[in-house]
């Protein structure tokens, strides 16, 4: 599972705010000591370009010079493995997908003689399709085109290659018969316009009207009485009418590349801790075998790996690009723990018994024996195919809930890209629905700050505090659909509550100078969040998502149930201004004694209440208001990121002796790198 991938970075920190509750509680093992926090420099560069509504951000992992060298080694053979299987999931979009590429990638390398509009329109085509990781939006799996005309861009190519572009076309096809014969996937934005198709009208199937590569010629109707045998890692193709499975492994499909990848695996495993070599083995002989059996024994060792300061996510993972939900689509991502941020998260979850005796709420309802959830914040050095360059923010895995109930699950929350996409948008979104320059001021400076912390608490002392009444069954079962939203809003209204208590200080984790300002940011941005979410639901007049359910539902109760929150126009436009931090505090308190007694008597018709009067329904004017002025302020809907570049320092006997880190600055020169396009 993943978080907020698709959002921009306006309310990152606390988008971040979803987990898994069912996490284990497991005992932190010691962490090595710290290195030296590396301050960057206050220039330092993050936004580099727009590219229609996404934002181009520069990623800097800033604690990987001062690791030791066998940890930079290891990453080094991680980091060309996690590159090694790109292409897989740019295949897994589209069938023509890494054709077209082949043909933009070489016009691009080799721009001499191209008429110089045609070269900005594939250059923006060109970069978004990287971005996308093919030709669609990752926001609205909708595909884009080209906006010059196909004999523009067949000129183009023709130019290119009289540079010196090396346009391969299939044997026995001609450029032009091959350009032909990809124009409509260039051009016409209704062949194959969705990648993932969930619901394609009545009549109409999910599969057939996906466009991913996944299944070729295969309907749902298809399967019917089919026993699939390798779900997550199989393309489901007829052949001669037939029904096969297409197996994702070292001799099937996509095998040169997993090939490759093996190799890197390989060489990495000397320079592992034996937990880490045995998730690496386990990998190993999966993608060897395709077998389900070995996946589930590679998922076993790696969540069983929760010492190595360094890991890796690599293969078949995340199944968003399937409309049954069952295909995954392959990733690579390669971090390290950041020792610094993670030491909070140790603290918050050393102190779980604690947080749990202050609860606010009837003390029938407090465990007696409590331990926070351990997560660790990470920094991420690569995120390839589904996981790059648009990134999540939060990671929980494995995804087999089967695995994760009898061993439990790794959450590690990406820091280096939460920071990079904050530092990166524009302080705009917080001026435009602050009620004085004095709030705006505040969030500017300690927002990113009170939002990582109450984040922590939110997965640390949130999720894991808490009890159900004596007799009473799952709160899953009792609160059914409602369930989500509830036990969202309670982790949040945890965060909320102790971010203001003294014992923050006393712990070292706030600055006692600075807690009443963190407190006053953090509650005014909450507040704003309110009506600033809504601008992600263009349609309709009901908020469907968990986490916007029960933000919108704090806001609205406190606004009903206290003087903490005032509902003002200016200029005919709309502000909640948070008036009150005290009286703010003493209502969430108050609240979370209340979703505390909803969850522990599993009371449905508690719970539905207070989301219905709440926290599902909104005003739609206000919801245009809000549209409008984002529009205005021209923000971008979501980010990709360039990552940092390694390359290994050999000696005189062959051996990496050391393994340095830079930044590209620039989409375009990585993307041509990383498929080995020469200018
Ligand atoms: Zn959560």
């Known amino acids: 599972m993943r978080f907020s991938k698709s959002c921009s970075f306006i309310l990152l920190a606390a988008s971040l705010a979803a987990c898994s509750p069912s996490a284990p509680a497991e005992a932190p093992k010691p962490a090595a000591a710290p290195a030296a926090p590396v301050t960057p420099p206050a220039d330092r560069k993050y936004l580099l ?8 951000v520069q990623l800097y992992a800033d604690g990987f010079s001062a690791l030791p060298l066998k940890e930079k080694t290891l990453i080094w053979h991680l980091y060309q493995a996690a590159l090694a299987g790109r292409d897989i999931f740019i295949d897994q979009k589209h069938r023509n997908a890494l054709e077209m590429r082949g043909v933009f990638e070489q016009i691009i390398a080799h721009p001499q003689g191209v008429d110089a509009a045609t070269l900005t329109e594939i250059q923006r085509y060109a970069k978004l399709f990287w971005i ?27 130019a290119a290659a009289a540079s010196g572009a090396t346009l391969t076309t299939p044997p026995g096809e001609s450029l032009d018969a091959m350009l032909a014969r990809l124009r409509p996937m260039f051009f016409d934005a209704k062949v194959d316009p969705i990648v993932t198709n969930k619901s394609p009208g009545a009549g109409k199937d999910i599969l057939l009207s996906s466009a991913n590569n996944l299944y070729d010629g295969v309907s749902t109707a298809d399967l019917k009485g089919f026993t699939e045998k390798y779900g997550l890692n199989s393309r489901l193709a007829k052949r001669n009418g037939k029904l096969v499975e297409e197996v994702y492994r070292i001799d099937g499909i996509y095998g040169k590349y997993i090939a490759e990848i093996v ?10 801790d034996p937990p880490m070599v045995k998730a690496l083995d386990a990998l190993v002989k999966f993608y060897r075998t395709g077998e389900v059996a070995d996946r589930e024994a590679y998922d076993i060792a790696w969540v069983q790996d929760k010492v190595s300061p360094v890991d890796t996510i690599n293969g078949f993972i995340e199944v968003y690009l399937d409309p049954r939900g069952i295909k995954g689509g392959w990733e690579g991502l390669v971090f390290y723990v950041n020792q610094e941020k993670t030491a909070r998260i140790k603290t918050l979850a050393t102190n779980a018994q604690w947080f749990e005796d202050h609860m606010p709420w009837d003390a029938k309802y407090r465990k007696t024996s409590v331990q926070g959830i351990v997560a660790n914040a990470i920094d991420v050095v690569v995120e390839t195919g589904d996981s790059g360059p648009v990134t999540p923010i939060g990671i ?6 089967a695995i994760r109930e009898k061993y439990g699950s790794k959450s590690v929350a990406l820091s280096n890209v939460t920071d990079a996409g904050n530092r990166a948008t524009p302080g705009t979104m917080r001026s435009e629905f602050s009620w004085t320059p004095e709030e705006a001021g505040r969030s500017e400076k300690f927002a990113e700050f009170s939002g990582s912390l109450t984040t922590d608490m939110h997965e640390v002392i949130g999720h894991a505090s808490g009890k159900q009444a004596e007799g009473k069954a799952s709160p899953q079962e009792l609160i059914k659909e409602q369930f989500s939203a509830l036990e969202e809003g309670r982790a949040d209204l945890v965060g909320l509550y102790f971010i203001a208590d003294p014992k923050l200080v006393e712990l070292g984790v706030v600055p006692a100078a600075d807690q009443d300002a963190v407190v006053r940011a953090e509650y005014e941005g909450y507040t704003r969040n309110a009506i600033v979410q809504l601008r992600r639901v263009r349609q309709g007049t009901q908020i469907e998502e968990d986490h916007m359910r029960n933000r919108q539902m704090i806001v609205r109760w406190l606004m009903a149930n206290t003087k903490a929150v005032e509902q003002r126009t200016r200029d005919g436009k709309t502000y909640l201004v948070m008036v009150d931090a005290k009286l703010f505090r003493d209502g969430i308190g108050k609240l979370l004694g209340e979703v505390q007694r909803i969850k522990s008597e599993g009371d449905y018709e508690g719970a539905k209440k207070l989301f219905e009067t709440y926290g599902v329904h909104f005003d739609p004017k206000l919801r245009d208001e809000v549209v409008e002025r984002v529009k205005k302020l021209d923000l971008p809907s979501y980010s990709a990121f360039v990552m940092p570049k390694l390359a290994p320092v050999m000696g005189a006997d062959g051996t990496i002796t050391d393994v340095t880190i830079s930044y590209p600055m620039d989409l375009t020169a990585q993307m041509l790198e990383y498929s080995g396009v020469k200018k």
């Open 132 to 158: 996308n990781n093919g030709p669609y939006n990752n926001l609205t799996a909708q595909k884009f085109v080209l906006a010059c005309t196909p004999q523009a861009f067949a000129a183009a190519a023709k």
């Open 49 to 56: 370009e727009r590219v229609d509504d996404a934002s181009v």
């Open 263 to 272: 190799k890197h695996l390989e060489a990495a495993k000397a320079f592992a």
């Open 396 to 401: 929980n895995l494995p995804n087999d809930q």
